[in-house]
Nanobody
Framework: QVHLVESGGGSVQAGGSLRLSCAAS????????MNWHRQRPGKQRELVAQ???????NYGDSVKGRFTISRDNAKNTVYLQMDSLIPEDTAVYFC?????????WGPGTQVTVSS
């Protein structure tokens, strides 16, 4: 069982920035991928960003060029730097660990962007 805890959410005005953190109970270097998902009000959960074990990254179309995923293996922590935030980024953001087919979720952190 991998335990994940997100932090860094909050309220920000459009154009602002936030950095989310996801602390894992196990070495993230063992994970195939560490991911950020979000669930906007009334919408299905969607993939925001991924960082794979070898370091490659992938982003959802709506956040490309604005969000950056990174990791610190020594701290077992994954980050999501969110810049140029827009109201449509308002959502609960979830960290997800993919351990080669076994998936683990954090409880989520709320991000609210006001216009």
């Amino acid at each position: 069982q991998v335990h994940l805890v997100e932090s860094g959410g909050g309220s920000v005005q459009a154009g602002g920035s936030l950095r989310l953190s996801c602390a894992a109970s196990e070495s993230i270097d063992l994970m195939m991928a560490m991911n950020w998902h979000r669930q906007r009000p009334g919408k299905q959960r969607e993939l925001v960003a991924q960082i794979f074990r070898a370091g490659a990254t992938n982003y959802g179309d709506s956040v490309k060029g604005r969000f950056t995923i990174s990791r610190d293996n020594a701290k077992n922590t994954v980050y999501l730097q969110m810049d140029s935030l827009i109201p449509e980024d308002t959502a609960v953001y979830f960290c997800h660990a993919d351990r080669y087919g076994l998936g683990y979720w954090g409880p989520g952190t709320q991000v609210t962007v006001s216009s």
